[in-house]
């Protein structure tokens, strides 16, 4: 009856959107997670369709040209990117898929799929934030600076999003966004193609 | 720090407003619940300010000159409306406040204050709403169908709704409405005014 929703998760670099997708694909198994397309070589025990879509070079080209994804960007020599078809199949089956995604490439599904939920996660703090960067490695606090500098960069562009979730606890931020989930199945639009059907059905009885 | 949120919940006649927004109260104690002005005379054990605020004709009809009402409606003589200086105080308090009112009743509400969170709970199908309007009474067949043309009327005023519930079991609906309530807190329109907070908090430290 109703097609399914997409969902979008994005936030700046080091706020756990990955920890949180995961969390959420675990609690909530009927939502599809996005596969990405990519040129990468697979890695020992990465499987074709379910980790990612493995393309040749001018594979990866071609779907560029028929605007067969969503987005893409290049990264370290390789190409990334969202099939749309995998997307459009996903929701026409009635179910919800989730892309994570940073926050460019987000922006890049907006203009393609501005139907999509979109989901900014946010730090409890700037401060958190920092931490979490920091902690990441041995950086020096050049290093540190730029990345905090680039991701308080990124929270601006919150701005272009539907809702912001914070990642104060795993725990709440998933209770959130399925919060949002079930609510944006309640907005009105969706419902008022079933409400023609309703009064159909009754006025057929 | 973000104020609260105004909850509208309105349906047409016989949906089951009442016994969802009791149910709700009860999970979520929290929730104010938007307590009427009346010219009615009070019944025994009803409490001013917790059951109604009961006026007198005069100070009702001052408080429409005022503007001190989000609507008002006169039914059998007596004049009912819900006081705006209640609504604001609490959402100025940072609580979230639950207004339970028939349909045109809302749609009054959205005129002076469209930003609150506007719900239309819909029956399962038009045929359990006429179930439920037959069950009430023994109404001939005249009323009957009288009621559910009111009734079907009333549900083509979905469309100046935000989202819409289906009241097929208590316990999903009232879970569908907490689901709103969460995600309406996530808007990121809501967010924003923090971020510039938490970013000014960084900037000091």
Redesign the interface.
């Known amino acids: 009856m109703n097609k399914g929703l997409l969902i979008v998760l994005s936030g700046p670099s080091g706020v756990g959107k990955g920890t949180v997708c995961t969390e959420l694909r675990q609690r909530h198994k009927d939502l599809v997670y996005s596969v990405s397309a990519t040129t990468r070589v697979p890695r020992a025990g990465e499987v074709d369709g379910v980790n990612y879509f493995f393309k040749s070079k001018d594979q990866f080209l071609d779907m560029i040209a028929r605007d067969a994804l969503l987005e893409h960007a290049e990264y370290v020599g390789n190409y990334y990117g969202t099939p749309r078809d995998f997307v459009e199949r996903t929701l026409a089956s009635g179910k919800d898929i989730i892309l994570e995604i940073e926050v460019q490439g987000a922006l890049k599904v907006k203009e393609k799929f501005p139907q999509g939920v979109f989901?900014?996660l946010?730090p409890p703090?700037?401060?958190e934030l920092k931490d979490r960067i920091t902690g990441r490695g041995t950086e020096n606090s050049d290093v540190i600076d730029h990345r905090m500098s680039v991701a308080?960069e990124e929270?601006n562009l919150?701005?272009y999003?539907?809702?912001?979730?914070v990642n104060d606890q795993i725990d709440s931020a998933c209770?959130?966004i399925?919060?949002?989930i079930?609510?944006?199945h309640?907005?009105?639009d969706?419902?008022?193609a079933d409400?023609e059907t309703?009064?159909e059905?009754?006025e057929k009885?």
Request: glycine residues 0%; hydrophobic residues 50%.
């Open positions: 989901i900014f946010v703090s700037l401060d308080v929270m919150i701005r999003y539907d809702y912001a979730v209770y959130r399925q919060s949002i079930t609510a944006e309640c907005r009105k969706r419902f008022i409400l309703m009064k059905a009754t009885a």
